[in-house]
C-alpha cells in the first residue's frame, strides 16, 4: 500500500517514476527543494526514512543497512546526507537484481571533493536518475490542457474559445511559482514562499556540506543578477561586472572564477536551469548563437529576489514580458521532459533572427515556439517564426506563438501556425 499523502496533485514525472521501478532496482530523484520529491516518491513506495531524522542518520553512519525495511519500495530521502547509502542500495540491488527496491531523493548534488571516497559506483544500470522540477501550470490545474505539444506534432488539435485569464492573474501565477505548497496559497501571502527560498539559499543551503567559505552578500548579488538577466542571454563576464569591481586583468580572472564558483553551488542546489542553444543548419553555422539563456529553476526565485509583486509586474510591461517568457520556457522544460525531448532556444548573431524556444522530440523532429504576453504581438511572433523557417535547411514539425492573454486555440489561415493560451497548454 503507497504512502500517498491525502491532498497529493499528480505529476508528469509519476509516469515514468513507476515505469523506472519496473525496470530498475532503484530511482533517484533529483531537484530542487519544495518543488515536490518527497510527496512524489510517497506516491509510490510503501515505506520510508528520512535521513535528516537524527536517528536515522546515525543509523545510517554505522551502516546504511540498518534503515533499509522489509516494505518495497522504500524511499530514503535526502540520501546525500550520508553518501554511503549510495552504494548500500546499489549493492542491494544487486544481491537478486529485484525490481523496484528503493527511491532515493536529494536536493543537493554530491560534491565529488567530499563525498567520491565514499561513493565506490555510479549506480549504472541498478539506479535510475531522473530530474524533478517544480510544477508547471497544467500539473497545477492552472492550465485547462486544451492544447497539447503531441497535438500538434500529429495535426490533432480542437481550434475553439478557452477560459480568458487576464493579465492580473498571469502575474499572480508567475509571482507564486511551481511550488505545491504555494499553489492554494491566499494572494497576498504568494511571495513568501519563494522569499523564504532565497533566504535560505543565502543564509543555509550555499553552506551546507561545502568545503569553503562563500560571503553571504555576493550570492545575494548574484541571484539579482541572474534575475535582471532571466530569460536572457548573458555571458558570465556580464554577471562579473554585475557583482565585482574589478581594476585590471589578473582581478578580473579572479572575479570570473568567483562567479563560476558561486554558479556552480546554486547548480549544485539544482536552482540552475540554463536553456541550451539548438544546433541547426541556419544560412551559415558560424553565425549560430552558442550561448545558454539565463533561467533559474523558478520564474518565482527571480521574482523573489528583485522583490517584485504583482503590481510591480503589472506596471512593467517588458519586466513582466521577461517573467512570463521564463514561466512558460519552465513548463516547456518539464514538458519536453515527459516527452523524452529536449528543450534549446535560437539565435543568429549576425541577423538577430531568434526563436523563444525550441523543443526537439526523441525521434529528431523539432516545434519552433514564440511567446508573447499579450495577443497584440501575435503577428510579430507569426511573422519571426516565418522567417526562420524560410531560412532553416531542415524545417520544424510544426510552429506555434504561446500567449498569455488569449481567449481561443487557433491556426493561422496563411501560415499554419499553432496560437495558444499558455493555459491551455499541455505535454
Known sequence: MSLTKEGYRPRLIDERIARYLRIFGAVSIEGPKWCGKTWTSLNHANSAVYVTDKSVRNNAMVDPKYIFMKERPQLIDEWQV????????????????????????????????????????????????????????????????????????????????????????????????????????????????????????????????????????KMRMLLRSLARHEASIAGDKTLVKDIEDYENGDELIESRATVADYTGVLDSLFMIANQEAYSVHYRSSSRIGKSAKRHLVDPSLSCASLHLTVNKLLNDHETFGLMFEAMVERDLRIYADYLEGHLYHFRDNTSGDEVDAIIEFKDGDYAAFEIKLSDGSIQDAIRSLTTFQQNVEKKPAYMCVIVGHLDTVMRDAETGIYIVPITSLKP
Open 82 to 217: 550520508v553518501p554511503e547509502i549510495w552504494d548500500a542500495v546499489r549493492n542491494e540491488c544487486d544481491s537478486d537484481h529485484g525490481k523496484g527496491k528503493f527511491i532515493l531523493t536529494g536536493s543537493t548534488s554530491l560534491k565529488k571533493k567530499r563525498g567520491e571516497q565514499k561513493v565506490y559506483h555510479t549506480g549504472t544500470g541498478r539506479i535510475a536518475p531522473l530530474r524533478m522540477q517544480p510544477m508547471s501550470l497544467f500539473e497545477s490545474s492552472d492550465s485547462t490542457g486544451e492544447a497539447s505539444l503531441l497535438g500538434m506534432l500529429q495535426g490533432e488539435i480542437q481550434e475553439g474559445f478557452v477560459r480568458k485569464v487576464e493579465l492580473d492573474e498571469l502575474a499572480k501565477l508567475v509571482i507564486r511559482g511551481g511550488w505545491p505548497e504555494n499553489i492554494d496559497m491566499a494572494d497576498e501571502d504568494i511571495g513568501v514562499i519563494p522569499e523564504s527560498y532565497i533566504e535560505a539559499i543565502v543564509t543555509k543551503d550555499m553552506h551546507e556540506r561545502q568545503t569553503r567559505k562563500r560571503s553571504p552578500e
